[in-house]
């Protein structure tokens, strides 16, 4: 099954590019036949999503976007469809534009959310889909994140994950602005929500354990040359649980982050890069690849 069949069946649109994908059997259609069935499969393929690579969890979602459309007329069954899509988009490769396959993607999650009518899906899609567009310093789509953030902060009625993802959004935009006081003041006001929205273990997509808000917050301040961001990589690494190499390799190219915006770019690639290496292709992700990226324009001047 290509992408582009994927992606009409979902009715996110065509002009997507083409990716091979394994066929979907009947006997698994079958068990996503209900909206019921559906939605506990995926929250089953969320709970894989850090132990993971990008391919691997493309291979795993096939089946269930291709459940996904039948699924849309029913009020269960669109909540599920719009976290299903936002962790199908979160796989697609960077960078994007407002007109590329991604952002198609998470305008059919927000879609699918508000077709939902719960308010806290609404809210918990868009935060989502506001940091994953904004930590990709793509200017293209920034005013979309700005958008879907502002809408995030105004739906919700008090401290949520999906508030918490739209004011870590907003910090990372200030950041590409050049803005750092307006960044840290939105990390400061994250950092607020946290201590009542955050737990702790593994979690998915939609939770915010205590390791992976000091892995945000340790991309944010390696960005901005902070040295306080080596503290928050002793915290992942002394936090995250057991198996979730992705993270560690995360927080080591942090390192490398750190070093180049503190005037090193050629060490603090090479550090990066040394640590991607250690990670299996399969076993990547996007977000690893934005790092990278980063680090590799600080070396462009």
């Not at 996110?12 to 079958?30: F, L, M, Q």
């Not at 990547?284 to 324009?297: A, C, F, K």
Request: with cysteine; net charge positive.
């Amino acid at each position: 099954m290509d992408r582009r069949k994927l992606l009409g069946l979902i009715g996110v649109g065509a002009g997507a590019a083409v990716t091979a994908g394994r066929p979907a059997h009947a006997d698994s259609r079958a068990a996503y036949s209900t909206p019921a069935r559906f939605a506990a499969a995926v929250e089953e393929t969320e709970h894989q999503y850090w132990r993971l690579g990008a391919p691997e969890l493309q291979d795993r979602i096939v089946d269930l976007v291709l459940a996904a459309h039948r699924h849309r007329a029913d009020r269960e069954g669109s909540a599920a469809r719009s976290r299903l899509l936002m962790l199908h988009a979160v796989t697609v490769p960077s960078p994007v534009s407002h007109r590329t396959e991604a952002a198609l993607i998470y305008r059919q999650a927000v879609a699918d959310a508000d077709a939902s009518g719960y308010r806290d899906r609404q809210v918990e899609c868009r935060g989502r889909a506001a940091i994953v567009l904004a930590q990709s310093g793509d200017e293209r789509v920034a005013w979309l994140a700005e958008t879907w953030a502002g809408q995030a902060l105004a739906l919700s009625s008090g401290p949520s994950v999906g508030r918490l993802n739209a004011e870590l959004a907003i910090s990372h935009l200030r950041t590409t602005e050049g803005d750092l006081a307006g960044a840290r003041a939105a990390l400061a006001g994250a950092d607020r929500t946290f201590r009542t929205v955050g737990t702790t273990g593994i979690g998915t997509d939609y939770t915010m354990p205590d390791w992976r808000m000091y892995l945000t917050e340790s991309r944010l301040r390696s960005g901005w040359g902070d040295p306080a961001a080596e503290a928050c990589q002793e915290l992942v690494l002394r936090t995250a649980p057991a198996g979730l190499d992705r993270v560690i390799v995360q927080a080591e190219m942090h390192r490398g982050l750190l070093q180049a915006k503190q005037g090193d770019p050629k060490g603090g690639l090479a550090y990066a890069t040394a640590a991607l290496a250690k990670l299996p292709v399969a076993k990547r992700s996007v977000t690893l690849d934005l790092v990278l990226r980063e680090i590799q324009s600080t070396t462009a001047g």
